[in-house]
Each structure stands twice: as structure tokens, then as C-alpha cells.
């Protein structure tokens, strides 16, 4: 079994022909809602990573599940699989069959619907699950997968009732959380304005107590749980201590040389991220209404660009006021990087590890960012980034570093060699074949 937390060797393969030693090629079903797209959001981007992990140990089949209504397969990362099923072609071959799921009764509503941020978990029904194995069974072979990877909890709960008719003797099937959803599933709830009252409260601990039950379902289901950090392996451990449970980190495509130092004449700050994203949105705002305000008054010139698709009104309403740039969606953010002297990450609320935090300091800049975007990744206040604990912190930090460049710059040239040590795409993705080559021959042993 994989040693919980701990770095997982890569296996040592010689070439051989014998299938119970692992090395003629696999057959591999992957599991996943979000589409891999190595240049899409922080969860496309992992999901690409893992998918192309997984096209090195074999022949990849792509379930694309759990279903959204009206959704529809698209080409993005169709060159990594030798077959796709979408689930709404499944759900269009018998649209009676799926209906329940889209429109579950209130019973099943109250008693098994579970939301957390990637989306909803209902667990199937048994026509619903017969269904699901019949659709791959005609689409994929009858023959069964030597490992299957799941990609994110609601996928996980989908899937949880057909992995034994799916899955080798010898295989391996696990589930890649990224993040710990239940405690976050809280915290969100929460934070919202809406999480107030005795309706709100019975609510959230009602989704809290289906999340606990399905949690425990899924970490029970399979052979390996992975999530992105030490963070959330420590989570997962304290509920399942027999577990194999496993870090594999976010990454990002670090340049291969360190942006130059910023021209600009004027201080400029940055925020790069998906603004409709809730912990995006509010994060920005109470930037622009609690700690820019601090920092204008120290620098009146000072510049704050935000870029990033899915601008809010409420975000836009900002542009031209108080040096604030809406800039919304950009083809490369990086000259957005080049000008900019220092970048922000005001989320006081995050669920995974955050590829912006990543993304910034692969980009040679100084980050000023709260503890709860950062705690997820192994990078120490005031050495690698400026961690605040408040606002007043916050503008604070970010005076500091608008003030004193060459120490924003040698703090960013260490963040900058700390991802690139610990998060560059090839390294990642090289411990995600080694993970899954040494889970298969403990399995198999």
C-alpha cells in the first residue's frame, strides 16, 4: 500500500511481455466532468495533466461524467484518448432513464442530494446504473479496465456502484479529489451572505451530513484516494487511517526565462483569475473596497489592473475609478505579468490548491496573498510570498513591497525557483505516472 502523504517512488519496469508484470499496455477508463484542457482553468488544467499522465501507461477511454443537461461533447483534448462517451449522448440514447437525475424527486432532493463546488452528488438509481454500464460496455468492450482514475467527488459518487463490474481483479480504480470538498462545502456556505439564519444553518448542516456519508462511500470504493496537497492528504488520512492516500500538486508552465523587471512608471498591481468565480469575485471586491483604498493613500498614483474572464457588474463598475483597470479577458496574460511590480490574491475563501498563487510567482512577480489561498502550497511567508492576516496586513505588505523593489525582487526570484522545483507540468505529471506505475505493482505483487 502507498504510504500516506509521502512521496511515491516511481516503480522499476524492465520490458516484458507477461501482463501480470504490468508492462503491456493498459487498459485505462478515465472518469471526469471537466474536459482537460492544458490551458483552461485550475481543475481543466489538472485533469489535462492527469489524462496525458495516463496516455503514457496505456490506451485512455474518456467517460466525460456526471452529465449536465444540455451539455455536449467537444474536441478539447480528444487526441488523448482512443475513445470518448460523453454522458449527455448516454443521457440522449434514454432520456427517460436519466430524467430522475436532472429532476430527482423531493424526497431524494432532501435525502441524497449534496452539492459542493464543482456541482451536485446524487448517487444513481439502479435502472440509472444499469443503464451507465450498458453504455460503456457498447461504447468501450466488455473487456474490464486495469485502472480506473476518477476525477472529482461528484464524478467519484456517479460511478461508485459500477467500479466492481468495471474493474480488473488486479486493477486499480481511485479517486482525485484536488481538494477536501466537504469542510469546503461548509466554509463556502458560510462565507456567502446568504449563509445566515436557522433555514440556512439546518441547510448547511443537512448537506454536511449527506457530503460525511458520501465521503466515507468513496474513500471506502477505491484503492487510492489523490488530492493536490498535504493539506488535504492530513484531511483524508484522520477519516480513513487504513487508507492510501496520496499528494499529487497543481501545476503550471513555468517560462523558461524570468520576466524582466517592470517599466512601468507608476506602481501597478494585479489580479489574474475567473471573476464569476465566487472566492474570485469577492475576493476582488474587498480588495477594491477595503485594502486599495489603504494603498492609495500611501501611492496616489498607484494602477490596479484586473484581468480575467467572466467580469461581474459589480467588478466592472470599478473601471476608471481610483486607478482600477477592468481588463477582463486577455489571449496572454503575460505582458499583463511584465508590467505589473507586484500581484494579489485577495481570496479570503479557497477550496484547492490556486493556480493563480502559482501562476504569479512562475511569472517572476511578488505576491501578496491571505494564509487561506496559500496554506495549500509549500511556500513560506516572507520568503517565497507575503502572507497577510488582515486587511489592514494586507495593504500593508503590499506598501511594503510597492516601496522597496529589490526586495520584491529577490522574494520573487525565490517564489519563482520554488515552483519551478516543486510545480513545473513535467515534474507533476512525471509523479502522477510513477504514483499510478507503483500503486499497479503493489497491487499486482
Not at 39 to 61: I, M, P, W, Y
Not at 190 to 214: F, I, M, Q
Amino acid at each position: 500500500m502507498i504510504g500516506a502523504g509521502t512521496p511515491c517512488p516511481a516503480a522499476v519496469i524492465s520490458p516484458i511481455s507477461d501482463r501480470s508484470n504490468m508492462m503491456q499496455p493498459l487498459r485505462i477508463l478515465y472518469v471526469s466532468a471537466c474536459l482537460p484542457i492544458a490551458n483552461g482553468t485550475g481543475s481543466q488544467k489538472r485533469s489535462f495533466v492527469a489524462a496525458h499522465a495516463l496516455q503514457q501507461l496505456g490506451a485512455v477511454h474518456f467517460l466525460e461524467v456526471p452529465p449536465g443537461p444540455g451539455t455536449s461533447a467537444t474536441d478539447e483534448g480528444s487526441g488523448l484518448f482512443v475513445a470518448r462517451l460523453a454522458g449527455s449522448d448516454m443521457v440522449a440514447d434514454d432520456p427517460g432513464c436519466w430524467s430522475s437525475y436532472f429532476e430527482p424527486s423531493f424526497t431524494r432532493k432532501l435525502l441524497q442530494r449534496a452539492w459542493i463546488t464543482a456541482g451536485a452528488m446524487l448517487p444513481l438509481l439502479p435502472e440509472q446504473n444499469k443503464a451507465l454500464l450498458a453504455s460503456i460496455t457498447h461504447r468501450f468492450g466488455a473487456q474490464k479496465f486495469d485502472l480506473i482514475y476518477i476525477f472529482q467527488a461528484h464524478a467519484g459518487l456517479f460511478m461508485c456502484d459500477a467500479l466492481d463490474e468495471l474493474l480488473a481483479a488486479d486493477g486499480v480504480s481511485l479517486i482525485d479529489w484536488d481538494a477536501a470538498e466537504r469542510p469546503a462545502a461548509v466554509e463556502q456556505y458560510r462565507a456567502r451572505e446568504h449563509g445566515k439564519g436557522v433555514l440556512s444553518w439546518l441547510g448547511c448542516r443537512l448537506n454536511d451530513c449527506k457530503l460525511a456519508r458520501y465521503e466515507r462511500r468513496l474513500l471506502d470504493a477505491v484503492d487510492l484516494t489523490v488530492c493536490a496537497s498535504d493539506y488535504d492528504v492530513a484531511y483524508f488520512k484522520a477519516r480513513r487511517p487504513s487508507g492510501s492516500v496520496h499528494a499529487i500538486s497543481n501545476c503550471i508552465d513555468v517560462p523558461a526565462q524570468a520576466t524582466a523587471a517592470s517599466t512601468a512608471d507608476v506602481p501597478t498591481v494585479l489580479f489574474v483569475g475567473l471573476l464569476n468565480y465566487w472566492p474570485n469575485r469577492s475576493g476582488v471586491l474587498l480588495f477594491l473596497s477595503e485594502i486599495w483604498p489603504q494603498v492609495r493613500a500611501t501611492f496616489p498614483d498607484a494602477v490596479f489592473n484586473i484581468v480575467g474572464r467572466g467580469v461581474t457588474h459589480d467588478i466592472s463598475a470599478w473601471h476608471g475609478r481610483e486607478g482600477v483597470n477592468v481588463i477582463g479577458e486577455v489571449e496572454h496574460v503575460a505582458p499583463y505579468y511584465a508590467a505589473c511590480h507586484v500581484a494579489v490574491a485577495p481570496m479570503f475563501f479557497s477550496v484547492g490548491s490556486s493556480i493563480k498563487i502559482l501562476e504569479a510567482l512562475a511569472f517572476n512577480r511578488a505576491l501578496v496573498a491571505f494564509e487561506t489561498a496559500t496554506r495549500r502550497h509549500a511556500l513560506d511567508d516572507a520568503v517565497h510570498v507575503s502572507v497577510a492576516h488582515s486587511n489592514a496586513d494586507f495593504a500593508a505588505r503590499l506598501c511594503a513591497l510597492l516601496s522597496e523593489p529589490r526586495a520584491a525582487a529577490a522574494m520573487a526570484a525565490r517564489g519563482r525557483e520554488q515552483v519551478a522545483q516543486q510545480y513545473a507540468k513535467t515534474q507533476v505529471e512525471q509523479l502522477t505516472v510513477d504514483c499510478l506505475r507503483k500503486a499497479l505493482t503493489l497491487r499486482r505483487t
